[in-house]
């Protein structure tokens, strides 16, 4: 084992309300939201910081010699907590998920700890840890009577070094056990999360061609939804699919990547699009294009009627010049066949007046 000493930056950003998030909820798809939030501060780092660990929840940060510019400090923290938002909400929206964890994302928030001093470098096995008397307080440092869920807390050491002005930071202190008193300067960041707007949905391009069945089902909307959100399930009701392969530790999200077993073929598919509102609902997947297929989707669409709902299932796809023309006289009719039986299976699952 060498061990290398240096002075520099120690930078913890930690994902607030995490223990409440993992405690009461369900373990994997928690889990999964964080993992997912982690690598989004992971790709934001934008001052050249090393990776010392991950700590369930936080990312433990370090950068050896000269600190870095205010302007670029600053900039690193308002990158990370607009991404963290923009990533927040956009989970909210494209998740459909009932547990408690995904229902509790919007709850979640970012602050950032950071000092300025000496550190050890253990570098054993080519795996590097960094310890020291100024580590142990940059974590301490978490651990505050801060009235906030959103802040960046610097110490006065660190703050020096980034000659910060005065009043750009409210201060604060903290008496720790043996560290004894730290000054320190804080930034509230819970405003930003009103000011991100929610990203836009991933463009839908228009389909070229669609083969397309609805039925009218006097079903209630939750039950039709449950029914489609159950893509293990798909091969009990759907003609033609013999299975369906997914992560079942993941919650149902766009971007969400399975496998069909469809009419004796295994078809990689990722979910385009889900959207909800009080009166309809659509899932979209993204399938692998047979030949002479350019692009080839699924869409489930529900929308609700005074009766009960419209189930409607699409084909959407864009052809091959000339030999795509072949594809619609060719497999057209069966692929039709296959969404009127979907269609039909439906219609014994929910009898009633408006079949």
Not at 152 to 175: T, V
Not at 225 to 230: E, F, G, Q
């Amino acid at each position: 084992m060498s061990t290398e000493y240096h002075h520099g930056l120690l930078l913890l950003p930690d994902i607030s309300g995490f223990t409440e998030f993992v405690s009461a909820v369900e373990i994997s798809h928690s889990q999964h939201v964080i993992n997912n939030l982690l690598e989004l501060l992971l790709s934001h780092n934008q001052l050249a910081l090393e990776l010392s660990e991950i700590e369930g929840d936080a990312l433990f940060f370090y950068r050896r010699g000269d600190p870095p510019a205010l302007a670029e400090f600053n900039g690193q923290i308002d990158v990370w907590i607009n991404a963290f938002h923009a990533r927040l909400k956009r989970l909210q929206r494209d998740t459909y998920c009932k547990c408690g964890a995904c229902q509790s994302i919007g709850n979640l928030g970012l602050k950032v700890v950071g000092h300025w001093g000496e550190f050890a470098l253990n570098v054993l096995h080519n795996k590097s840890q960094v310890v020291g008397r100024d580590v142990i307080l940059v974590h301490r440092m978490l651990k505050n009577s801060l009235p906030l869920r959103e802040y960046a807390l610097l110490s006065h050491a660190l703050l020096e070094r980034l000659a910060a002005e005065p009043g750009g930071f409210a201060a604060h202190r903290e008496a720790y056990e043996v560290l004894g008193e730290v000054g320190m300067g804080y930034v509230d960041l819970s405003h930003v999360r009103a000011q991100v707007p929610v990203p836009p949905h991933e463009p839908q391009p228009a389909p070229e061609a669609s083969i397309a069945v609805e039925v009218a089902l006097p079903a209630r909307m939750e039950d039709l939804v449950a029914l489609i959100t159950d893509l293990a399930g798909w091969p009990t009701w759907i003609a033609g699919l013999e299975s369906v392969t997914l992560d079942r530790t993941a919650p149902l999200h766009a971007g969400l990547r399975h496998d069909y077993a469809v009419l004796d073929r295994e078809r990689e598919v990722r979910i385009a699009q889900i959207r909800e509102s009080a009166d309809a609902f659509v899932l979209c997947d993204e399938i692998q294009p047979p030949f002479p297929l350019k692009r080839l989707r699924w869409q489930h669409q529900v929308t609700a009627t005074p009766e009960g709902v419209i189930y409607r299932t699409a084909l959407l796809y864009d052809r091959q010049p000339w030999l795509g023309r072949l594809f619609d006289l060719l497999a057209g009719r069966k692929l039709r066949a296959l969404l009127a039986a979907t269609a039909e299976n439906l219609r014994r699952r929910f009898p009633g007046p408006a079949a």
